[in-house]
Nanobody
């Protein structure tokens, strides 16, 4: 079992920055990759960024160059640095952990970009 807890969401003006964190606990040694997903009202959940055990990263085209995913070596914490935020980045952001047996999800944190 892996437990995930997100933090760092909130209200920010367009052009601003936020840093999301996902704290892990439990069987973290079983994690192969972690990612951040988001879901805006009326829309499907989408992958925002993902990082593998080897450190490879993938980003949604809409956030490439603005967002950066990072992790510590032991998967204790995964961060999502979000810069140059836009109104369309408004969503609930959820942390995901992939293991060989199943995926785990956090409860999510709201990010609202508005003036």
């Amino acid at each position: 079992q892996v437990q995930l807890e997100e933090s760092g969401g909130g209200l920010v003006q367009p052009g601003g920055s936020l840093r999301l964190s996902c704290a892990t606990s439990g069987s973290t040694a079983s994690i192969n990759a972690m990612g951040w997903y988001r879901q805006a009202p009326g829309k499907s959940r989408e992958l925002v960024a993902r990082i593998t055990l080897g450190g490879s990263t993938d980003y949604a085209a809409s956030v490439k160059g603005r967002f950066t995913i990072s992790r510590d070596y032991t998967w204790n914490t995964v961060h999502l640095q979000m810069n140059s935020l836009k109104a369309e980045d408004t969503a609930v952001y959820s942390c995901n952990a992939e293991t060989s047996s199943q995926d785990y999800w956090g409860q999510g944190t709201q990010v609202t970009v508005s003036s």
